[in-house]
């Protein structure tokens, strides 16, 4: 079983490259098209430093999860948090697996009604889909090495919560895409994000470590992608930045519920 999820990671690791490959070897738009497409992307694209002051709030989480691996007293506020919940327990639902990409959804939706974010289609999705890969490089390989067992005592997947990194990841991308022109529209992710962990627990399928140290790696695999898409960017476009600016078709994986697949954008 672990061999066979690991293989699943590094298939969806290759798709993602296949992917990076395909776009730069698509169809050209006729001129009018490229030139519109390139001031409104160049625009977006600047060369970015990683900004280390981002990093303290993941780094912070993340560490709390690690330490409550081994910390007793982490360990006892996780037992007290649960039996919290289990005395005060609404009836378990499963809208956790749609809130964690609640905010993701919302940022196509406000670009859809006009409500533009700082980047264009192509751009967020490389961004998001990157966000994504990241986001699973860090918690897929984690869960089969810690080994922790869930509350429930259903399987020994429970560190670092995959829902709730999923869920910030979504979050902390809706912030970056509208932080510059609308800063509370851009914190309204974070709702849904904090209802996607709190719900894994009050699920019984996560501790409260668990899903403190998900956040983190969710946030930190946002800003590492909006860190690495200048450099993704450049990769795609080549020396020739208008011949290979758009792409007809557009392939995206994904992974989710053991399932491995690919999405297909086209633009017509």
């Not at 390139?38 to 981002?54: A, M, R």
């Not at 327990?89 to 700082?118: H, S």
Request: some cysteine.
């Amino acid at each position: 079983m672990i061999k066979r999820e690991f293989q699943k990671s590094l298939i969806c690791l290759l798709v993602f490259m296949s992917f990076l490959n395909n776009i730069k070897a698509q169809n050209s738009v006729d001129s009018v098209t490229v030139q519109e497409a390139v001031s409104d992307s160049i625009s977006n694209i600047q060369p970015t430093k990683l900004n280390y002051k981002s990093l303290i709030i993941p780094a912070a989480f993340i560490s709390y999860g690690v330490i409550g691996l081994s910390s007793s007293k982490l360990k006892q506020l996780n037992f007290s948090t649960r039996t919290e919940i289990n005395e005060h327990q609404p009836a378990q639902m499963n809208l956790d697996n749609f809130t964690q990409y609640a905010p993701a959804v919302m940022v196509y939706g406000l670009n859809a009604i006009g409500i533009k974010g700082k980047h264009n289609l192509r751009d967020r999705t490389i961004i998001y889909a990157s966000s994504q890969l990241i986001s699973a490089a860090f918690t897929m390989p984690l869960k089969y090495l810690v080994k922790e067992e869930r509350p429930d005592q259903s399987n020994t997947l429970s560190f670092p919560s995959g829902h709730s990194a999923t869920a910030f990841s979504s979050a902390q991308f809706m912030f970056r895409e509208y932080k510059d022109t609308n800063f509370w529209l851009s914190l309204s992710g974070y709702p849904f994000a904090i209802f996607t962990g709190v719900y894994r627990m009050l699920n019984d399928k996560h501790w409260l470590g668990d899903v403190v140290a998900g956040a983190g790696f969710g946030i930190l695999s946002t800003e590492l992608a909006y860190w690495l898409f200048p450099k993704i960017d450049l990769m795609l476009r080549g020396k020739n930045k208008t011949k290979n600016l758009l792409s007809s078709t557009m392939m995206m994986p994904f992974y989710q519920n053991k399932t491995l697949g690919i999405g297909l954008i086209k633009n017509f």
